[in-house]
């Protein structure tokens, strides 16, 4: 049997480590029933495995800020009244605020501080190293072009090659034909960096007649844009050669023009909206590794009309929900847009209406980055545009803001409409820094079920590295191996009562605790869990004079051996806080 202790200067060992209740209060299952004055001979302490279920806390509108200074710097002193923040242009009032620290940031800080490691035991064999961080290479297959792609995959081999031993990497495509899970495995990463190439859904390489883009197709069938059909019915006339004074050729030449911009749209519209989904799919993944998660976006941009404006709010929202941040590299580099497209594509349109056509070509180049930029602002994420130097553009996006802000909001008088809400923020003393914060949120449907957002807020926790400890737990890990091909992992948890919250009910002490144990693989994929929920009922006595030690509850896991990364999360009923461990072992 091999024992290890999660954070041993700052907890003492529980003895022997036994998985044991207090001997006076272990009980059956079927004990665990309401309190009342006429059952006072009850168990005092009980535990069962119950779903997670908590009462649910005011919904907060989050929103991620940077504040950078003229050398685009981070900042991280600024405080809480240091902001002010708008909801369609009303003041709201900040009830949540913190910093948020790079990881960088806090090895930094652990460094020049005492640390655990000074109060540990000389010649104790240090933890497994758990992964830290987790970056998500997204590459946009669906819209790249082949000179493109094949710059930015080489220039991320590099950045992979720069990625710390606790770091894990995962690679997709838009396409969704090119795909590796997260690892640690860098010949794995390269390998599938190497089959990386362009995949359009529904584009043919072939120029249309006449030749509509997405951005200038919305402008004719969505917003009735006479001129875009103007352009569009000129080049018809042109590529179809139509000769001007015949009869109908007006109209022949229109009916042409509507017809390339239905299909453009069709076609744009669906690559738009597969991308924007993958996306999504990519955050929901990352969502479930237990550390620091990143997502960077390789794209040369793509259009997104103003009815695929929710989907993209629905990306950051999650995003923001589960603390993962989306960065943006333009893969475009530093572009020039030539009229009438370059050396290899053939003059189709007509002369006379060329500077109105390389007006909709400059203006669709643009706004193809607007969803790199939106994503980027809308969790904290950096967006990098408008250079060459694709090296220095990964290091910026593959590095998290050495700070960012959380500030949160419950909306008063909220209409439950779906409407879009535009949010402002700003400083409340005039300065030369700069702000990053999302551009808004849409208002809900209908009002989340609270169970429903009870488990979701556990799981979020169980979830993440983030450590808490508004709650007085330790958490211990042991191991036995029963073969060379299986081991019993428990996961021991302590908690002392005499400092936790209790509700006099009934003569008794109340509270529940929800405790979970979540186990995940050396590279942070998640394996099994368990919950439990204790319950306690205790009498004065007890509380004062019989918990002096706490109460101790194990969970095991059937195991083969390895390396293994332990999350633990304890709610309680009554106080309605929380804690959260990490902790690691090696089972060799």
Known sequence: MSTSTH??????????????????????????QPQTAG??????????????????????????????????????????????????????????????????????????????????????????????RYVAYLFDDVHLVFGDLARVRDAAGRNLAALEPTDRAAIFSTSGQTTLDFTDDRAKLHETLQRLQPRPVTRSGMADCPDVTYYQADLIQNKNDSQALQVATADAIVCMQINPSQPGAAQMAQSAARSA???AL???????????????????????????????????????????????????????????IISGLDARGLYTVIPGGDASHAMTGDIATSPLRAQYQSADASVQSDVL??????????FFQNSNDLDAGFKRVATRPEYFYLLGFSPQNLKLDGTFHGLKVRLTSPSKLNLQARRGYYAPKKVADPEEAAKQEIEDALFSREELHDLPVELHTQFFKASEESAKLSVVVRVDVKHIRFRKADGRNRNDLTIVSGLFDRNGNYITGVTK????????????????????????????????????????????????????????
């Open 266 to 324: 069709i076609a744009g519209d669906a690559e738009t909206l597969l991308s924007l989904n993958v996306i999504k799919d990519v955050v929901r993944r990352i969502s479930a590794m237990p550390g620091l998660r990143s997502v960077i976006l390789v794209s040369p941009g793509f259009f997104t009309p103003y009815d695929v404006v929710q989907h993209k709010t629905e990306i950051m929202e999650r995003a923001i929900h589960a603390n993962v």
């Open 373 to 382: 930029a939106e994503l980027a602002d809308g969790t904290g994420g950096t």
């Open 39 to 132: 059952n006072q001979n009850s168990a005092e302490v009980s535990s069962h495995d119950t779903p997670a279920t908590f009462k649910s806390k005011v919904n907060l509108v989050m929103v991620p800020v940077v504040v950078r200074d003229a050398q685009g710097r981070a900042v991280g002193n600024l405080k809480q009244e240091d902001f002010q923040l708008f909801d369609k242009g009303k003041v709201q009032v900040i009830s949540k605020f913190s910093v948020e620290k790079s990881e960088r940031q806090v090895a930094g800080e652990k460094e020049g501080s005492d640390g655990n490691a000074a109060g540990k035991p000389p010649g104790e064999k240090p933890p497994p190293v758990a992964p830290e």
């Open 261 to 263: 911009a239905s299909r």
């Open 533 to 588: 929920v204790l319950e306690m009922r205790l009498k004065d006595e007890t509380l004062e004079h019989k918990l002096q030690s706490g109460i101790t509850l194990r969970t095991s896991f059937d195991v083969k051996p390895g390396s293994y990364l332990v999350r633990l999360v304890v709610r309680d009923a009554e106080g309605q806080v929380m804690s959260a461990e990490n902790g690691a072992v090696e089972i060799p």
């Open 7 to 32: 954070k041993p200067a700052r907890y003492a060992p529980v003895p022997a480590l036994v998985p044991y209740l207090l001997c006076c209060f272990v009980v059956s299952p079927a004990a665990a």
